[in-house]
């Protein structure tokens, strides 16, 4: 069995090399043959070099691209069938690799589910990361540890498969996660600590929130549109009782009739038109 293990990096120079030689001894002493490609998403310091010296791989962006974007490069430079992907800031166990690798004879993806104080941080990353949580099983009907994490390991060609519905940015993890889920996949998810990171964070909250939201409703529409669309047609009959309601203080219930029947006219449109985009995607 063979893998070819995954690190894009941005401005990591301080924590590339001790990452790769831990990827690496992890592998040696499970004896699993293996290759390192980190991949220097337009660093503008010494990662580069550091990840050189370290023996791995290097792969250059000219500009920085975006966290997704560097996976994808890694992806189709890999030969490897098997994909492992892990942080180059140190905060995930390396160590860990070599039993989520023994897992993948019997699934398509495993996942290192994280756990500890360092993954909750603050109170805005715990909502935002239970609100995509909730918002992935709603879509699924599955019920995900980790969402986005960083350490997995995976068959290249299903990510090939999908790599044009598969994000760019930080949302690259969490749309794997649905194209694997949406077409049948097997995933497993294996608890893993979870430590601080070296240097500072690349993550900006809102940013980043904004566009896994937006990725993630570009997901739903190519592989589960019926659920966007039935999620639509519900909030649209939500508003008849606050509608009615305003009618009954201000005019006595005049207009709660056509209210009521215009809102249940507009539900049945959303709904139809998700029939009409199920139909269609699954012909195509």
Request: hydrophobic letters at 55%.
């Given at each position: 069995m063979s893998v070819a293990?995954?690190?894009?990096?941005?401005n990591e120079e301080h924590a590339v090399h001790e990452t790769v030689t831990r990827v690496r001894n992890a592998l040696l002493t499970a004896a699993i043959e293996h290759e390192i490609v980190v991949i220097d998403d337009g660093s503008t310091d010494g990662t580069a070099t550091e990840a050189a010296r370290s023996g791995a791989t290097v792969l250059k962006h000219p500009v920085n691209g975006?966290?997704?974007?560097?996976?994808?490069?890694?992806?189709?430079?890999?030969?490897?069938?098997?994909?492992?992907?892990t942080d180059a800031d140190g905060s995930y166990p390396s160590e860990e690799l070599p039993r989520l690798i023994a897992e993948m004879d019997r699934f398509d993806m495993v996942v290192g589910?994280?756990?500890g104080l360092h993954?909750?941080?603050?109170?805005?990353?715990?909502?935002?990361?239970?609100?995509?949580?909730?918002m992935v099983q709603f879509v699924t009907g599955v019920r995900v540890p980790d969402v986005n994490s960083g350490l997995r390991v995976f068959r290249r060609q299903i990510a090939l498969d999908n790599i044009n519905q598969i994000g760019n940015g930080f949302s690259f993890t969490t749309t794997l996660t649905?194209?694997?889920?949406?077409?049948?996949?097997?995933?497993?998810?294996?608890?893993?600590s979870y430590g601080p990171r070296v240097g500072s964070s690349k993550v900006r909250i809102r940013r980043d929130i904004l566009r896994t939201m937006q990725i993630l409703v570009m997901a739903v529409l190519a592989y589960n549109?019926?659920?966007?669309?039935?999620?639509?047609?519900?909030?649209?009959?939500?508003?008849?009782?606050?509608t009615m309601a305003l009618d009954f203080v201000a005019?006595?219930?005049?207009?709660?009739?056509?209210?009521?029947?215009?809102?249940?006219?507009?539900?049945?449109?959303?709904?139809?038109?998700g029939l009409m985009t199920d139909v269609l995607r699954r012909q195509l």
């Open positions: 293990v995954l690190i894009p990096a941005f975006g966290y997704g974007r560097a996976l994808k490069t890694g992806l189709r430079h890999a030969s490897a069938q098997l994909i492992a992907i589910a994280r756990q993954y909750r941080g603050s109170r805005a990353k715990w909502f935002g990361r239970r609100a995509l949580e909730r649905l194209a694997m889920l949406l077409e049948g996949h097997f995933v497993h998810y294996v608890p893993v549109p019926i659920k966007l669309f039935l999620l639509l047609t519900y909030l649209s009959l939500l508003v008849v009782v606050p005019a006595g219930g005049a207009h709660a009739g056509v209210i009521l029947v215009v809102d249940l006219m507009g539900a049945l449109v959303i709904f139809g038109l």
